[in-house]
């Protein structure tokens, strides 16, 4: 937190417009039967010794502003409240906040209305499609006002009210004009076009290259130690 402090001070960082991603990594560690991390399924199923970094992306300046521990078995949408108040809010005022990008990781309308609330970014979020996605994308597909999205895709998008607030969202289907594959994002921005939701939608695009970045040249995934507290300590120096 201290760094992520200080790059905000000297201009690093600005804590204007960020993503927030949660990245699998299995445990390359020389011990990897170690029980001090725990074990997650990894992109082809298979349960691994794994550390979950979630990781704060600054998208104006394309660094990273913080980066924190979770055990491998955690998931994303129960993770997300600890993990912003205690390695976001508290380096960055809340109220400074414009933007926020999530992956659809953090799908559900619990943890939408916790950063709505929290604070007073615009939230734009891709969306996993659970029971509840499927049944608005349903709604939005039963009478589609189809309009082009580029040459491969088109977009249909309707307002929905969240139950437990009573806030509106503006929910859009992106569709592949061939294979009639659908994608879902939500946008508090109801004063976007859905064409400007999905544009916007790709500042969230640097932090996956920072990934990329972290894991080839800072060794993200590859923590000298075994336990929680050491892969901790080698996201110090990943940050430094």
């Not at 993503?19 to 199923?45: E, F, Q, R, V």
């Not at 999530?102 to 609330?117: C, F, N, P, R, V």
């Not at 437990?164 to 503006?170: L, N, P």
């Not at 592949?176 to 969230?204: P, Q």
Request: hydrophobic share 30%.
């Amino acid at each position: 937190n201290d760094l992520g402090r200080r790059a905000i001070e000297l201009g690093i960082t600005s804590g204007k417009k960020i993503a927030i991603d949660y990245h699998c990594d299995p445990c390359d560690s020389k011990y990897p039967t170690d029980k001090g991390l725990s074990k997650a399924p990894d992109k082809n199923g298979d349960m691994v010794y794994a550390h979950r970094p979630q990781i704060i992306w600054d998208s104006d300046t394309h660094s990273i502003i913080n980066i924190a521990y979770c055990e491998g078995r955690s998931r994303a949408p129960t993770a997300l409240y600890k993990f912003c108040e205690q390695n976001l809010f508290s380096i960055i005022d809340p109220s400074t906040i414009d933007e926020i990008y999530a992956d659809s990781e953090y799908t559900g309308e619990k943890q939408l209305i916790y950063l709505l609330i929290r604070c007073s970014a615009s939230v734009t979020m891709c969306l996993k499609q659970n029971k509840k996605i499927k049944k608005w994308k349903e709604e939005v597909l039963k009478e589609p006002r189809w309009q082009s999205y580029g040459k491969r895709y088109r977009q249909a998008s309707k307002d929905f009210q969240l139950a437990e607030t009573g806030k509106k969202v503006r929910f859009v289907v992106k569709q592949n004009r061939e294979t009639l594959e659908t994608r879902c994002f939500a946008s508090s921005h109801l004063g976007w076009s859905a064409e400007m939701i999905l544009d916007k939608y790709h500042l969230r695009w640097p932090v996956e290259n920072g990934l990329k970045d972290l894991v080839e040249n800072y060794f993200l995934d590859h923590p000298p130690g075994t336990s929680p507290e050491k892969v901790e300590v080698h996201y110090y120096c990943v940050m430094i």
